[in-house]
């Protein structure tokens, strides 16, 4: 299995949960240092540093799965951005850069996992997407259009598959705020943020019982849909009442380590 992003946040977790339940990795990150010390806490797993807006260095990391393992069967798009404040306080370069991780990046994995799990005839990609998929924000302009592309691009990806590939199933997760230094600023609504482990969990059992879309918390996939329909003023009184579109000022990420993962008990092949 290949995480991408999984040296900090949503993809730290995954790591450890699916170490825990014994499975091989391959995890990816940028920077090569943070991502070797993960895997020495974790007591297994390949490191592998690099940039999923490389094409070719995520066609490095499929072969490093193959190479290490002789079969790719899962591919989890976790890496990520999440810039947020007003839009045109928000840099070029971090705007740019965010558009390139949280799209490209995914397109970039999953044509690298494919080429492997078509030769195959079966495999799983997993995104990791956003609940501002279908419920934009403000403040998070970019980062919502970039996770709504995420879910158009794995549903349009899974019908493509769906009738010559049936072994390959295609999945996008929809996370409410998540309580991750990548998040750190933003305000919640309704429920607390849920905690990485959280998503590690739901991703672990979307691996188990493969579906198109995984909502967490699971109401808002029944509720979103409705509520779309609704009067453009109705809405909007309705987010007004929970102050949705107060927009709180950037807040930096201090830079940290990441934190120590439990040695794997078990490996299964």
């Known amino acids: ?142 980062y919502s259009a970039t996770k709504a592309a995420v879910l158009a691009y794995g549903e349009a990806l899974r019908r493509e598959l769906r009738t010559t590939a049936p072994g390959l199933h295609v999945s996008t997760v929809l996370p409410y705020l998540v309580n991750t230094a990548a998040a750190r600023g933003l305000k919640h609504r309704l429920v607390q943020p849920l905690e990485p482990s959280q998503i590690a969990g739901a991703v672990a059992r979307l691996i188990a019982r493969p579906r198109s879309t995984l909502y967490l918390p699971t109401w808002p996939g029944r509720l979103l849909p409705y509520a779309a329909l609704l009067p453009e003023r109705v809405r909007d009184l309705a987010d007004d009442l929970m102050d949705i579109d107060d927009i709180p000022p950037p807040a930096p990420i201090p830079p940290t380590a990441p934190a120590t993962i439990p040695t794997c008990e078990s490996r299964q092949p």
């Open 1 to 142: 299995m290949v995480v991408t992003g999984a040296s900090t946040g949503i993809g730290h977790a995954i790591a450890t949960r699916l170490a825990k339940d014994g499975h091989h990795l391959v995890l990816c990150a940028p920077d090569p240092h943070e991502i070797e010390y993960v895997t020495r806490a974790l007591g297994c797993g390949i490191p592998v540093g690099a940039d999923v807006t490389d094409p070719h260095a995520m066609r490095r990391l499929a072969r490093t799965a193959l190479e290490h393992y002789g079969r790719l069967d899962v591919w989890i798009n976790n890496a990520g951005l999440v810039p947020h404040g007003r839009l045109g306080d928000q840099r070029d370069d971090e705007l740019a850069r965010t558009i390139d991780v949280n799209v490209t990046g995914v397109v970039n994995g999953s044509r690298a996992a494919l080429t492997h799990m078509q030769s195959a005839g079966y495999g799983h990609i997993i995104s990791i997407a956003s609940l501002c998929a279908v419920k934009p924000l403000a403040g998070l302009a970019v």
